[in-house]
């Protein structure tokens, strides 16, 4: 039995030596990207996102639009924590100085309605940014 393994290794060993060679020289790779730039170039930074200043809310554009956030929203939400309730619950939004929820959101106790816990499905962050992300020919008239 022992033999026979060592014939079996012996047999695969030489056809792993079959004559086959690697190429030495490497084909081009052609990368698609969405710059034109080349790797070794610089370019300017993006532009800093800008917020209006504490107090100010953003002007609405449409009937029942939900409020634009005039800040950073990079607050865990969950369906066990909230982060934007740190600030804008009832409790402690006057303490805060913070837009309270509206009371549509909450139940009968007070709390957060479950089905508003993503505050950010409807609220989105409103930033003055330098650069358009997006064309828009959206017009409120």
Known sequence: MKKLF???ALVM???ACSGQQTTTSAEPVNV???GQSEITDIRAADAVAVYPKRGKSIERTFVHQ??????KA???ITLKKNGCMSCHSPA????MKATQIDPSHLLADAKLNNEYYNCT???TPQAENKTELVENDFSNK
Do not use: D
């Not at 939900?66 to 800040?71: G, K, L, R």
């Not at 402690?92 to 303490?95: N, P």
């Open 121 to 123: 499905q409807c609220h």
């Open 32 to 34: 698609m990207s969405l």
């Open 92 to 95: 402690k939004a006057k303490r």
């Open 74 to 76: 990079e607050y865990p």
């Open 13 to 15: 060993a030489l056809s």
């Open 66 to 71: 939900p409020p634009m956030i005039p800040h």
């Open 6 to 8: 060592t014939a079996a």
